[in-house]
């Protein structure tokens, strides 16, 4: 399994970034997928869910209606479009895969800042 994030960077609030994993190794069609965060001196946290063939999606409160994760099955690749940034969404984000016998698979992550 390999997961490998990109798209993250410094980016003034009020703006946007895109987000995106590419993972190989595993049947990614099968699989829901995850982006998690953490933020210095703080627990990873869940930021958004989407299931196996895109039909459905959830969010942390933190982040509804701001942001927006989808997945391109032919591509083997999940995004997050993340809008209307925030100071306190500056994280490493990752990507998430969790097979039911095998666990969970991060990628390397990708730093987002949020600053003016």
């Known amino acids: 399994v390999q997961l490998v994030e990109s798209g993250g960077g410094l980016v003034q609030p009020g703006g946007s970034l895109r987000l995106s994993c590419a993972a190989s190794?595993?049947?990614?069609?099968?699989?829901?997928m995850r982006w998690y965060r953490q933020a210095p001196g703080k627990e990873r946290e869940l930021v958004a869910t989407?299931?196996?063939?895109?039909?459905?999606?959830n969010y942390a409160d933190s982040v509804k209606g701001r942001f927006t994760i989808s997945r391109d099955n032919a591509k083997n690749t999940v995004y997050l479009q993340m809008n209307s940034l925030k100071p306190e969404d500056t994280a490493v984000y990752y990507c998430?895969?969790?097979?039911?016998?095998?666990?969970?698979?991060w990628g390397q992550g990708t730093q987002v800042t949020v600053s003016s």
């Open positions: 998430n895969l969790r097979r039911p016998r095998s666990g969970d698979y």
């Open positions: 989407i299931t196996s063939a895109g039909g459905g999606t």
């Open positions: 190794g595993f049947t990614f069609s099968s699989y829901a």
